[in-house]
C-alpha cells in the first residue's frame, strides 16, 4: 500500500520567517495531496491541497509544490505568525476509485514570537 | 451547519467493555470515515464507507466493527476494549474523495 514520510517531525521558527515541510510518497498512482491543520484538541482541517496534473498551486502565504518524478510535495508558508503555530499533516490519495487518504506521522510547528 | 459531530467526546472504558462511538454528519456526503491518532503516528485508517450501504476495512481495522446506519450516521464498536485501543478517535466525511472534513474527535482511554 501507500506509504507517506513526513519530515520534519518538529520546526522552531522565529515569527516573519518563512517555514517548509516535506513528504514523499511511495504509490505512482497516487494523484491528490491535501495537507491538514491541526489545532489543540481540535480535528484536521485542509488548508491546501494539490492535484498531480499541477506544479505548484498558492494560497496567499501558503503554497504547495508536486514533484511527480521524484514523488514528493512540500508545504510552504511564508511570513509565519504564531496562528500558524500548530501540527500539520501531509497525505496522499489515489483518487478515483480509492477512498483512502494516507497520511504522514505529523510536523509540530511552532512559530516563536 | 454543524458538519461532522462526533460523541462522545471523552470516554474512560475498562479492559473488556464495549461501547460505541457515534458520527454524524448534516453534509449530504457520501463517504465517511474512521481514523485513529496515536503519538508520533498520524492518522491511521480503522474502516471507512464509501456510500450508504457498504463499509470496508481500512489499515488497522482490528477490534473494531462499523455500521453505516444511514447517509448520515457512520458508528464505530468496540466489543471487548483493550488498552491497545486507547486513542483518539476521528470521524470523518467527503463528498467525493477529495476534501475530508473532520469531527473534533474522541479521546478514549482503555484501563
Known amino acids: 500500500g501507500e506509504n507517506v514520510e513526513q519530515h520534519p517531525s518538529t520546526l522552531s521558527v522565529q515569527e516573519g520567517d518563512s517555514a517548509v515541510i516535506k513528504c514523499t510518497y511511495s504509490?505512482?498512482?497516487?494523484?491528490?495531496f491535501p495537507w491538514y491543520k491541526q489545532e489543540l484538541g481540535k480535528g484536521p482541517q485542509l488548508i491546501i491541497d494539490i492535484r498531480s496534473n499541477v506544479g505548484e498551486k498558492k494560497d496567499q502565504r501558503i503554497a504547495v509544490t508536486l514533484n511527480k518524478t521524484a514523488k514528493h510535495f512540500s508545504l510552504h508558508i511564508t511570513e509565519t505568525q504564531p496562528e500558524d503555530s500548530a501540527v500539520y499533516f501531509c497525505a496522499a490519495s489515489k483518487g478515483a476509485g480509492s477512498y483512502q487518504l494516507t497520511f504522514g506521522k505529523g510536523t509540530k510547528l511552532s512559530v516563536i514570537p | 451547519n454543524a458538519g461532522v459531530t462526533q460523541t462522545p467526546k471523552f470516554q474512560v472504558l475498562k479492559t473488556g467493555q464495549s461501547m460505541t462511538l457515534q458520527c454524524a454528519q448534516d453534509?449530504?456526503?457520501?463517504?465517511m470515515y474512521w481514523y485513529r491518532q496515536d503519538p508520533g503516528m498520524g492518522l491511521r485508517l480503522i474502516y471507512y464507507?464509501?456510500?450508504?450501504?457498504?463499509?470496508d476495512k481500512g489499515e488497522v481495522p482490528n477490534g473494531y466493527n462499523v455500521s453505516r446506519l444511514n447517509k448520515r450516521e457512520f458508528s464505530l464498536r468496540l466489543e471487548s476494549a483493550a488498552p491497545s485501543q486507547t486513542s483518539v478517535y476521528f470521524c470523518a466525511s467527503t463528498p467525493i474523495h477529495t476534501e475530508a472534513f473532520f469531527g473534533q474527535g474522541t479521546r478514549l482511554t482503555v484501563v
Open positions: 504509490d505512482s498512482a497516487s494523484n491528490y
Open positions: 464507507s464509501a456510500s450508504e450501504g457498504t463499509t
Open positions: 453534509m449530504n456526503h457520501n463517504s
